[in-house]
């Protein structure tokens, strides 16, 4: 084959080569919907990232909202409960004397033990009171009490004053300077007037909860980068904010919310204040008038969609060597097979397809292939011609083959001529007229089967009168052994087969031995063949003649009258086979054995 290699077209044929139009072809199918899919999908994924933080901070905002919430009825309930204690309301009522009198210090005890619990099992609260009015008295859980005038927190006695008369319970944000802590306190203040059904209000019970600790509680519950988290009161004051100075403002005092507008309660929206961009979710209160806002900036989201990019992007880059390389491979197998098709007609068309190549050195493959399959259909048209001339010189040689089987006819006549003359002569039968007959019923087979396969049993037929023919010119020459398995006769076999094996045993090994031969036929089922044999006790046979025996050659066929081994052999094989057909076992002067394989072809 030519040693024609890939870049030898592509330089021929430059952007007509298959090998290139393939590999353009690989690359505008692949890397064009690669690249713009990888875009969509980015775009997408941007989208669906923004949405996904938007959800997130509807679901942050909703649980402050609900933990929260949880916070101030389990403090209403509590306040509640401490308004309805009969201990607190006998203080209110009750006038009190003699703060060293037993009655008087027990009911103190009682209050400031109850409200003391309230404050050790819900670490939000930072302080509980239990004022009377009439007594102008307060109590706390870590005090024993003390008048109104010298209680160190009086910020709450002028709101609950305002109030009083107006509404049972309410809610406000406290600023307490701590002067002995040297820092400020924030706290919701929970008031709860006493007694609850009476519209003789003579006190009440407050409950202050520590913002910072209620932080701690937010805090546990959102990831670290939700750090804007608002709670604010009707009047849009912030009441909390994990950014303490901005706490007590209001809400459109903060540089942050000047140019965002808060979106309903239950969405997201997304807002640009100067550079950033940023995810405003709210959420409203569903037992008071708290609304909760939650913020993130999108900066932290940006980086990693700034990092999926520059990932995109390398993986474009990837994608696109990874194409080439692949759109190459392709290509190369691709056009492979054309490169061998090219370089087998180089090879087998000889010179003249050669010269048909060089004149579509400007064109590309396909045109030098079809080139070449034209040649070929001209050729193909010339052989046509030769194999019709051979054609009508095989129909005259059928015609005399045809009228050479009137010959036959007239010599089973003759030959039953000869057997009446020679029983008129004699009076009865004779050596002649047994050879005569056999011969006639030997030819009879020979002639008048037209099928090649005839059955076993046939043929070993066949075989016994060849060997009465032969048994009456050679008298007690040899002698014959059968061994022939039942269940082979329902086989079929090639006619004329065993004949030929049993002539050369007596021509070739028996006739040129002194002394008495011995001829053994079997005929043998094993495995899915059937085995006849032909066994001698002859002169036997050198390697040249085996080997000479069963040398085919499948384009000459003996024509002469004589079928011999290689005849046998030759006509198994070509019908069945080259895993059928002849072995032969022999060495001088030791006999030989010649053994048929056929396959097992049973009778219809």
């Known amino acids: 084959m030519n040693k024609m290699n890939i870049w030898h077209y592509v330089k021929n044929y430059k952007f007509n080569s298959i090998f290139i139009k393939s590999f353009l072809l690989i690359m505008i199918l692949v890397f064009f919907p690669l690249s713009g899919l990888s875009v969509i999908v980015f775009m997408r994924f941007n989208n669906i990232m923004n949405d996904e933080a938007g959800r997130s901070n509807i679901y942050i905002a909703d649980s402050v909202r609900d933990m929260t919430d949880m916070i101030l009825e389990e403090i209403h309930r509590l306040s509640i409960r401490i308004a309805t204690d009969k201990e607190v309301q006998d203080f209110l009522l009750t006038t009190i004397g003699d703060l060293r009198d037993y009655e008087t210090v027990r009911r103190f005890q009682s209050i400031m033990n109850q409200i003391g619990f309230a404050t050790i099992t819900n ?14 008295y307060v109590l706390e859980h870590n005090l024993s009490g003390s008048g109104i005038e010298q ?6 006695l002028d709101e609950y004053m305002d109030n009083k008369n107006k509404v049972n319970q309410w809610m406000s944000l406290r600023i307490i300077e701590d002067e002995l802590r040297g820092s400020r306190i924030n706290y919701i203040s929970i008031f709860q007037m006493i007694p609850i059904y009476d519209t003789r209000q003579m006190g009440c019970v407050i409950i202050n909860i520590d913002i910072d600790k209620l932080g701690s509680h937010i805090k546990n519950i959102i990831p670290s980068e939700y750090d804007g988290i608002y709670i604010i009161d009707e009047n849009e004051r912030i009441l909390f904010s994990l950014n303490k100075p901005d706490i007590g403002s209001s809400i459109r005092g903060i540089n942050l919310f000047h140019n965002i507008p808060l979106p309903d309660t239950g969405v997201y929206m997304m807002a ?11 959420a409203g209160s569903r037992s008071n008038y708290f609304t909760y806002i939650s913020i993130v900036p999108m900066d932290r989201i940006q980086e990693r969609t700034g990092e999926l990019r520059e990932m995109m992007m390398l993986f474009i880059a990837v994608s696109v060597i990874s194409l080439i390389v692949v759109a190459f491979v392709v290509s190369v197998r691709l056009f492979r097979p054309i490169l061998n098709i090219i370089s087998m007609m180089q090879d087998s068309g000889g010179t003249r397809q050669q010269e048909e190549a060089d004149k579509t050195v400007a064109s590309d493959e396909l045109k030098y292939i079809m080139n070449n399959i034209a040649l070929s259909f001209a050729e193909g048209k010339k052989m046509q011609m030769e194999l019709e001339h051979r054609l009508s010189l095989f129909n005259k040689a059928n015609a005399i083959a ?32 047994m050879a005569v007959a056999s011969l006639s019923q030997l030819l009879r087979i020979s002639f008048e089967t037209h099928d090649h396969f005839i059955p076993l049993e046939n043929e070993l037929e066949h075989a016994k009168r ?3 023919i032969q048994k009456l010119r050679y008298g007690d020459k040899f002698e014959i052994f059968w061994d022939i398995q039942e269940d082979t006769l329902r086989y079929k076999t090639i006619k004329l087969i065993l004949q030929p094996l049993i002539e050369n045993a007596i021509y070739h090994g028996i006739k040129p031995m002194d002394g008495k031969g011995e001829i053994h036929i079997s005929c043998r089922m094993e495995e899915e063949y059937i085995k006849l044999v032909v066994r001698d006790n002859g002169v036997g046979m050198n390697e040249d003649s085996i080997r000479s025996a069963l040398t085919v050659k499948i384009d000459v066929l003996p024509e002469d009258s004589h079928i011999g081994l290689l005849n046998v052999n030759l006509r198994i094989k070509m019908i069945f086979g080259e895993q059928y057909g002849l072995q032969i076992n022999s060495a001088p002067g030791m006999g030989a054995e010649v053994k048929i394989v056929i396959p097992q072809v049973k009778s219809v």
Do not use: C, M
Request: proline share 2%.
């Open 466 to 468: 060849y060997l009465e």
């Open 402 to 433: 045809l009228q050479s089987q009137i010959n036959p006819h007239f010599l089973f006549n003759t030959l039953e001529t000869i057997n009446w003359i020679s029983y008129r002569l004699t009076e009865g039968e004779n050596e002649a007229t």
């Open 151 to 156: 209680f160190h927190d009086k910020g709450w």
């Open 272 to 282: 640009k204040t100067g550079s950033a961009r940023l995810s405003v979710a709210r």
């Open 123 to 136: 670490d939000f609260i930072g302080s509980i009171y239990v004022y009377s009015e009439r007594n102008s």
